[in-house]
């Protein structure tokens, strides 16, 4: 049985800030940590999220919006970890940072990965979404180079 716990608001462990966090037992030997998390003690906060769901027969339409802002004097890069259904399908994932409008398409891992890797080495901001090596219902999402003091709208669409 899983159980979820709410935690404190944020919480630094090592160089990490993780904020908005809860915690997802799926037995006694797994415990994942779900939330934005920061390297370099950097501040990323939340500063909405709305969720619209439509439901239509034995389907459901999932629409996640979520602002973040780099509180931060410098770039930086952070991740985001969350659950979804086991059997949803996100058709959509877009992210505006400052000017910038990043749409994302649909690669292989490999060639996804070192996109991103390659955009953020060049100073680029980047997203990346994912599911995660541990699960295939936990998703995790990354943005690189978030520009210091900016805001970042999200917006990710899923089915189920």
Same mark, same amino acid.
Do not use: W
């Given at each position: 049985?899983?159980? =979820?716990?709410?935690?404190?608001?944020?919480?630094?462990?090592?160089?990490?800030? =993780?904020?908005? #966090?809860?915690?997802?037992?799926?037995?006694?030997?797994?415990?994942? =940590?779900?939330?934005?998390?920061?390297?370099?003690?950097?501040?990323?906060?939340?500063?909405?999220?709305?969720?619209?769901?439509?439901?239509?027969?034995?389907?459901?339409?999932?629409?996640?919006?979520?602002?973040?802002?780099?509180?931060?004097?410098?770039?930086?890069?952070?991740?985001?970890?969350?659950?979804?259904?086991?059997?949803?399908?996100?058709?959509?994932?877009?992210?505006?940072?400052?000017?910038?409008?990043?749409?994302?398409?649909?690669?292989?891992?490999?060639?996804?990965?070192?996109?991103?890797?390659?955009?953020?080495?060049?100073?680029?901001?980047?997203? #990346? #979404?994912?599911?995660?090596?541990?699960?295939?219902?936990?998703?995790?999402?990354?943005?690189?180079?978030?520009?210091?003091?900016?805001?970042?709208?999200?917006?990710?669409? #899923?089915?189920?």
């Amino acid at each position: 049985m899983a159980t =979820v716990e709410r935690k404190p608001n944020k919480i630094m462990f090592n160089d990490l800030m =993780v904020s908005n #966090l809860r915690y997802f037992k799926y037995n006694m030997d797994c415990l994942m =940590v779900f939330g934005i998390i920061c390297e370099n003690k950097t501040k990323v906060s939340l500063l909405y999220a709305t969720h619209t769901i439509s439901i239509n027969g034995f389907t459901s339409h999932v629409n996640i919006e979520a602002e973040y802002i780099n509180e931060s004097q410098h770039k930086t890069e952070a991740k985001f970890v969350f659950p979804v259904e086991e059997d949803s399908a996100v058709y959509k994932f877009e992210a505006k940072i400052g000017d910038v409008h990043l749409v994302a398409k649909s690669k292989d891992k490999d060639v996804a990965k070192k996109e991103y890797k390659e955009a953020v080495d060049k100073g680029q901001s980047a997203i #990346l #979404l994912r599911e995660t090596s541990t699960s295939g219902d936990i998703f995790e999402y990354s943005l690189g180079n978030i520009p210091a003091n900016e805001k970042i709208h999200l917006q990710i669409c #899923l089915v189920s």
